[in-house]
């Protein structure tokens, strides 16, 4: 049966494979499903990692701060 999602051969060290299976087990969902969700929340929290790096050469960049009632004062 033809599917749209894209599939992905991955080798598992035997530890990792245990761990996986024991996951899929107590969330009572496929092996490949677990892995899946697994993937998009490391690809999440890479993405997080990144914009907060750029937050942060931001934060060292700016040479004026302010404070939280002076922003809001001249905001409203």
Not at 38 to 59: G, K, V
């Amino acid at each position: 049966m033809p599917t749209k999602k894209r599939r992905l051969n991955v080798t598992l060290n035997k530890d990792t494979a245990i761990y996986l299976k024991k996951l899929a087990i107590r969330d009572d969902v496929p092996e490949a499903t677990k892995a899946a969700q697994m993937i998009e929340i490391a690809m999440e929290l890479e993405e997080d990692l990144y914009f907060s790096r750029i937050a942060d050469e931001r934060l060292l960049r700016t040479k004026k701060w302010i404070s939280h009632e002076d922003f809001w004062s001249k905001v409203l």
